[in-house]
């Protein structure tokens, strides 16, 4: 085991880790933060997270199990402040969580090391670096100029000049940056100029106590979708890039093939376009007369995501952009099989037509006749899922905080020294 009794300050000002993932700006991101610092904790680090307060909570701290605490922050109201919005409330966040790392010095914990969590995070990390001369690691999770690639209004709106330019910034400050692959490595390179031996990659993980294969009709049964054969999933926030308009087209070329067909949606809006996006979905499959075939879910907690994953015999993640694909990693655990457009993340887990499908179009026609084609035919199906699974073993967040913390400890010559 390694043990490097690291204190490490973990940098979330936009989304809390202890949000359900799925409900506004809360996604992939809280899932990683989360399981990445329960990762650390059980290989001897003190993670201590800080986030902006919101809700109703007027708890300024709690520890979430032993070596993880959560530190709400005051900066701006407490209540929801679009994403786009939050970068004039960085100078708060900055001063409260710099107070907040000096107690803890005065307490005798002092922090070894800085870890960044999306731009605004970067922001308030890379004046934290300079105050206290600490070493700081930065994941993105995504890069507004290669979202802008496929849709400028997926992008930062009227700050997108300030958060390509702050991105740039901290990626030049940065002592470590942490790709999820090798794709999201030549982004940082190619686009922003990154030093190539700061950036590592550290894959995300998964946890497989409950992403894991199952009994397809008893799950159908426990979600109401037990009258639905072949079962489509789309799951995960409810924004444009995510394309679930297109996931809805896909249903509806399944559905003329054949009857029984079901279209399962998991999730909840996000960001200033989320509601359109969604109503946009409901009005096409009210048009076709699709929705009695179609269920609706609110983000879920794991144990009942898991559960989405496993009654579905395919998963469509049609998203014009992503940084790693955590929802469809989380699917081929479950044995559903995952089509996807082969952006980002993707294309390092999924191999066509071996443990999956990656389409290079979001051709709702296309899409259906690759499910409808495979439906049909189980042995291929079984190759598929059996694939899937057995890749997926080899993602784990243990795996992904030791990488983590190697990386980590080569920062600085005398990081480990100091922590002893």
Known sequence: ?????????????????????????????????????????????????FTRATGDTDQQEVVTEPGVTVFNIKAGPKEHVDKENLVGLVDEF????????????????????IHANYWLSGLVGHRLKHY???????TFHTLDRVKAQFSAEDACGLNQEIRQNAEKEI????????????????????????????????????????????????????????????????????QPLKGLKIAS??????????PNAGFLIVGGPSGHNGY??????????????????????SPQPHEILSTAYRASDFCLVPSSSESFGLV???????????????????????????NGYLMNNRNPKAWGDKVTKTFYQSELRRRLTNNAVAMSKSYTWRSSA???????????????????
């Open 1 to 49: 085991m390694i043990e490097n009794h690291l204190n490490i300050a973990i940098i979330s000002m936009h989304t809390s880790p202890i949000g359900q993932p799925g409900v506004g700006d809360s996604g992939g991101m809280n899932v990683y933060v989360r399981e990445m610092a329960s990762a650390l904790a059980a290989l001897s680090c003190n993670c201590y997270i």
């Open 94 to 113: 900055y001063e409260n969580t710099k107070n907040k790392i000096e107690d803890l010095k005065y307490k005798g914990i002092p922090i070894h090391l």
């Open 132 to 138: 206290f001369d600490l070493p700081m690691a930065v």
């Open 171 to 238: 990626i030049s400050c940065s002592d470590l940056l942490l790709a999820s692959c090798e794709m999201e490595l030549d982004q940082l390179v190619t686009m922003y100029d990154a030093d190539v031996d700061k950036i590592k990659i550290v894959p995300l993980g998964i946890n497989h106590a409950f992403f894991s294969p199952g009994n397809r009709e008893y799950a159908k049964f426990a979600i109401g979708c037990s009258d639905f054969d072949p079962l489509l999933l789309f799951a995960g926030r409810i």
């Open 249 to 258: 087209e896909v249903f509806k070329n399944v559905k003329s093939e054949n």
């Open 276 to 297: 359109d996006e969604l109503d946009a979905a409901v009005r096409f499959l009210d048009d076709n007369s699709l929705l009695d075939s179609v269920k609706f879910m």
């Open 328 to 354: 469809a990693l989380e699917a081929m655990a479950c044995g559903s099989v995952v089509i996807a457009n082969a952006v980002g993340g993707l294309n390092s887990l999924i191999v066509n037509n071996y």
């Open 402 to 420: 030791t990488k983590f913390i190697e990386m980590a400890s080569r920062l600085q010559d005398s990081i480990l020294v100091n922590c002893n």
